[in-house]
Structure formats: C-alpha cells, structure tokens
C-alpha cells in the first residue's frame, strides 16, 4: 500500500471511530500513532518517537510534550496532542514554550483530526504564529498529501522541507485573504475595481453599490470558470471515446470487425486483470472489446470506462494504464504475468471510477 493509500485508509478509520474516542490518551491509541507509523516511524521504538519527552522550561523541570521524533539522536518534531473534540487554537501557545527551548526545527499541534505544522521561519528558534502546513485528515487533499510526505521518514529532508515552507506559509495565508475577500469584500477592495470602472468620485453610496455588484460579478465569473472547465473536460472525454471507438488503418468498421480475432493471449490478460479487480468489484463488471489495433478492457462494458488497453500483436507487448484525464501510458510487457506489476495502478483507476 502506497503513502496515499495508507492516508485514506486513516482517514476513514478517524470518520468511523471519533464518535467512540472519549479521551485524549485514546485519541493518542486511535488517531495520532497510527498516524506517526503511516509516516514510516516506529511508535514502539523509543530511540524513534519518544513519549514524554521532557522540554525543561527554565525553572520549570520536567516539562513534557507528548512526543518528539528522533533523528540521528536529535529531537526534530516535537508532537502536542490534544482530544479530537477540542479546538485547538486555544492550545499553539503550550507547543510553542515547548519549541523555544527545543533544538527541534518542527512542532506539530494535532488532535487526531486536525494537524498543524509549524516552523520557525520568521525568527529562529521562535515558533511561528501561524503553521505553514495545516489540513483535515478527513478532507485531506492530493497536493497536502504530497507536501506530508516530506515527512515520511525515507523522504525527510530537513532542508527541502524547510525551503518551501515559507511558500506553502504565505500561500494558505493568501488563500485565506482571497476568501475572505470574495465572500465579504472589504472597501480597499471594492475600490480597487470600482475606480477602475466608474469614471467619477466613489461616494458612500456608489461604494454600497459596487460592494454588491463586486459579489455578483465575482459569483457570474466562478460560475462561468465552472461552467467552461465542464465543458472542456466532456470534450476530451468524448475525443477520448472516439480513439477508443474507433478502430485505426480501416477504411470500414464491418471490414475492421471481420479482421478481428480474439486470440488466447488476449482471453489469459482478461483472466488476469479480473483476477486483479476483483478485490474492489464484481467481475461481473469487467468487459472487453477487441480491436483491431488493441485488445480494450472496460468497466461496465462502457467506452467511457477504459481501465486498461492490451497491444499483444506484434514480437514487443505492451499494457497501456489510463491517469484521471484517461491519458494512456504504455509499458512493456516481458510475459503477461508482469500484468500483475500494475495491479496498484488498475485498482487505482477503479477507484477513480467509483468514487
């Protein structure tokens, strides 16, 4: 199971569980080890992820955090843990004492549901105000996946990390700025376009009005931007169709069909491929529809399903794997047992179609 996978797998576990957790310690149990293993750490090795770990505050000893990572003998992340029902704005001021006498360049606030990454990117060895990585793990998104995976233990790079922090940090900061200002415009902003616009003195009054003709033009120029990426998308989907339809080099689609002999190579893949998706759905879902310049595998015997082409024909073989825009991929194929190679990658496609 892949870094993805392993993140949606928690993800669910958290929606079905939380309702049940009724402390901090089984937040910890559920949520949050889990989580630190999803990151390839060992929870149970204390030279790894040590619990308690003491951050002495000046005349205050024996201060703990709930757990720090460990690097080459040095503490790198320090984790503050909290029940997942708490809200956890009220509690960054107890990680940041912590960080401040930490020579760890990373803090983490969670409470099993919400994570909170922080750094010290304004002043050193000051934890910033603001985290630079913060997301949902129950509404988590591909690309805060990827910036995550920074984390992983085979991927850390404390540097790398650290160099786009700053970025990721001013680029949430913007987004939160944009919705705000898209939902509730302030005057500097309606201003902004209104003079631009109106040829004459902006009043109290034509600053009312703008500030809802700017709501509207704002909501008319999502919707429109929506509306255009729908259409595009049905448009490649129905060019995609039509390669898939239609067979190439024929003059006729009765002469392409008299050509066509589905051989017993062809017939071993299918086997092969449902054997393969039969872990997500019935076989009974699984079609095939040969060419003449491929053999097409689909899902509910719809062209509009590909889950993957066959080119078995010629002395090379190939497997052609379909990405979420149905943009095909090919790869050589030594036996048709190496179709197995990309059992993630066909299930991966199946996913994509049920969701």
């Not at 509730?184 to 600053?207: C, D, G, M, W």
């Not at 529809?289 to 015997?301: G, K, P």
């Not at 825009?325 to 066909?346: H, Q, V, W």
Request: aromatic letters at 12%; hydrophobic letters at 35%; one cysteine or more.
């Amino acid at each position: 199971m892949d870094f993805k996978d392993q993140i949606k797998q928690l993800s669910d576990r958290v929606l079905k569980l939380k309702d049940q957790i009724q402390t901090e310690e089984a937040t910890k149990n559920a949520f949050i080890m889990p989580f630190l293993q999803s990151l390839g750490y060992d929870v149970f090795n204390p030279l790894e992820v040590v619990p308690e770990y003491i951050c002495d505050l000046g005349l205050k000893k024996g201060e703990k955090i709930d757990y720090a990572i460990f690097r080459d003998g040095k503490p790198t992340i320090l984790i503050e843990c909290k029940h997942w029902a708490q809200n956890l704005d009220i509690h960054d001021g107890q990680l940041l004492r912590y960080f401040h006498v930490s020579k760890a360049r990373f803090g983490l606030l969670t409470n099993g549901i919400i994570y909170r990454f922080y750094s010290d990117l304004v002043a050193p060895n000051k934890m910033d105000e603001k985290p630079f990585l913060e997301f949902n793990i129950t509404e988590i998104k591909d690309n805060q996946i990827e910036e995550l995976k920074k984390f992983h233990k085979s991927y850390y790079d404390e540097e790398s990390i650290i160099n786009t922090a700053a970025e990721l940090k001013y680029t949430i900061e913007l987004k939160n700025l944009i919705q705000q200002e898209l939902n509730n415009p302030t005057p500097e902003f309606v201003k902004h376009f209104a003079r631009q616009v109106y040829p004459s003195v902006i009043t109290a009054k034509i600053l009312e009005q703008f500030t809802s003709l700017t709501k509207k033009s704002v909501q008319q120029y999502f919707s429109d931007l929506i509306t255009d990426r729908f259409k595009s998308a049905i448009n490649k989907e129905n060019e995609a169709d039509k390669v898939i339809e239609q067979p190439k080099n024929v003059d006729t689609i009765e002469e392409a069909v008299n050509k066509i002999v589905t051989t017993n190579e062809e017939l071993e893949s299918f086997i092969i491929v449902k054997s393969i998706i039969r872990q997500r759905l019935p076989v009974q879902r699984i079609y095939y529809r040969d060419f003449q310049s491929c053999f097409t595998i689909l899902l509910d015997d719809t062209i509009r399903k590909p889950i993957c082409r066959l080119y078995l024909e010629s002395e090379k073989k190939y497997i052609g794997l379909f990405d979420e825009l149905k943009k095909e991929t090919k790869y050589e194929l030594l036996t048709l047992d190496d179709i197995y190679l990309y059992s993630d990658a066909l299930l991966k496609t199946i996913e994509g179609y049920l969701k």
